[in-house]
């Protein structure tokens, strides 16, 4: 027996999410990329030539790539395509060039829009080159992530880049004010639960609007949501973070750059931001310390072991109460006295030895545990510091090809300060002894 009773009325079908109730109509209607699609900007400049070149669509989810390629699409002759990396293989890409070039050779054109566009592989992206060459598509690519990073060389240098930006909250407002418009309703928030809501989106115009829905849906009738009670009724939408993309990489340099610039509140922000979007504590972690390696060094040795620390309670403590440990670190490395002299001269040393190939050490300071060795001078003449006045001999362990070099030239900050003092006094007992 059906359980569908194919004679009756059929229901209607539900509604569209708001966002794609609200989705623009014309350039002019998309929300917070004026410099693209405003009377002056770059993409109403590129559409309105005669020829439309190959394009690469970078910006945040919720920003009006998909919206943006669509209106160009319907606003020309050319037979408009939109695939998404995500679903499309090797084979229904064939097809689809293989139909474009047959259109070509019909005088018509293609637009092929490629949603997620990153996620081709490079032998994938380098399909696209032959009929970007020969004209039979034009390409518009959307990527959520750096395309300097995720895109072939070749790919990038026949398309531009148009970056597209995070919705300010001037543009999130105007969204829920044409979406209160089509509602014919206003949203039950008072001005401060507004605020937060438009917080929460994080730039994402798609988000404000799903979120417009849910706090309709959750309101009772005559109910205004407050900022704590808005908080509860909707499920708080987890930041834009890829962990293994561009948001891990800005939020983690940026956190770098406030410690080496001696902004522990800067620092702790950041810091608060990673944890927020699920960053592994042990990635922050071990990237202290380095931070105390290379930003400190010895201007304050105790960095490194607090560093070190750190990350050894987060092991011993897990989440959420190790994490208080790492934020102590980062607060200490902040506002430690910095020094990148130790990373300077690692790095000089590096390149030196690199020059220089593998010349031996000064026979003067190399273990004789043979007859044959001792016979050939090694281990000759070495002078012992500890019987040495000053416990230090001043004897030059350089190889003779490499001669002396100063590498490390410590900064008058912190413990570095004494470590200078330290490096000119035996530099003018050598000099006194006559070893340089």
């Known amino acids: ?20 109730r609200l989705r623009p109509k014309t350039l002019a209607e998309v ?3 004026e410099h693209l699609t405003g009377p002056d900007g770059s993409l109403t400049r590129l559409i309105a030539a005669p020829s439309l070149g190959s394009m690469i669509f970078w910006g ?13 699409g319907a606003s020309r002759n050319d037979v408009f395509v939109q695939v998404s990396a995500i679903h499309t293989g090797v084979a229904e890409l064939k097809k689809i060039f293989d139909a474009a070039r047959t259109r070509r050779a019909q005088g018509q054109g293609t637009l092929l829009f490629v949603d997620e566009i990153h996620r081709f592989n490079r032998a994938q992206q380098d399909s696209f080159l032959p009929v970007m060459e020969d004209g039979s598509i034009t390409l518009i690519g959307a990527t959520t992530e750096n395309p300097s990073f995720e895109l072939n060389a070749s790919l990038l240098s026949r398309a531009r880049v148009l970056v597209f930006r995070p919705l300010g909250p001037e543009a999130l407002e105007a969204l829920l004010v044409r979406a209160e418009r089509l509602a014919a309703k206003p949203l039950p928030l008072d001005p401060q639960a507004r605020e937060a ?13 799903t979120l417009a829905e849910e706090v309709w849906r959750a309101a009772r009738p005559g109910e205004t949501l407050d900022a704590a009670r808005l908080v509860e009724v909707v499920q708080r939408r987890a930041p834009i973070y890829d962990k293994a993309q561009d948001g891990h990489y800005n939020l983690i340099s940026a956190l770098h750059k406030c410690v080496r610039g001696s902004d522990p509140d800067a620092a702790l922000y950041y810091l608060a931001r990673m944890f927020d979007a699920g960053e592994d504590p042990l990635f922050i972690a071990r990237r202290v310390v380095r931070m105390a390696s290379e930003d400190i060094g010895l201007a304050d040795p105790q960095a490194l072991m607090v560093a070190n620390a750190a990350k050894d309670a987060y092991d011993f403590l897990g989440s959420p109460e190790g994490e208080l440990a790492i934020a102590e670190a980062v607060v200490y490395v902040a506002t430690a006295p910095k020094s990148n002299a130790v990373y300077k001269a690692f790095g000089a040393a590096q390149a030196l030895a690199k020059a220089h190939g593998s010349p ?4 003067t300071v190399l273990n004789a545990p043979t007859r044959l060795m001792k016979r050939e001078g090694y281990g000759a003449d070495y002078q012992y510091d500890h019987d040495a006045p000053d416990a230090f001999s001043g004897q030059d362990y350089w190889p003779e090809k490499v001669g002396r070099h100063t590498l490390y030239e410590p900064v008058e900050r912190g413990f570095e300060r004494e470590l200078r003092k330290r490096l000119e006094y035996w530099a003018r007992l050598r000099r006194e002894r006559g070893q340089g």
């Open 60 to 72: 945040p989810p919720g920003s009006g790539k998909t919206t943006v390629a669509r209106l160009i």
């Open 360 to 363: 031996a050490p000064p026979k």
């Open 31 to 33: 929300s917070g990329q």
């Open 1 to 20: 027996m059906s359980l569908v009773d194919d004679a009756g009325p059929k229901a209607e079908p539900p509604p569209a999410p708001l966002a794609e």
């Open 197 to 209: 809501l438009t917080a929460m989106a994080d730039g994402d115009g798609r988000a404000v609007l």
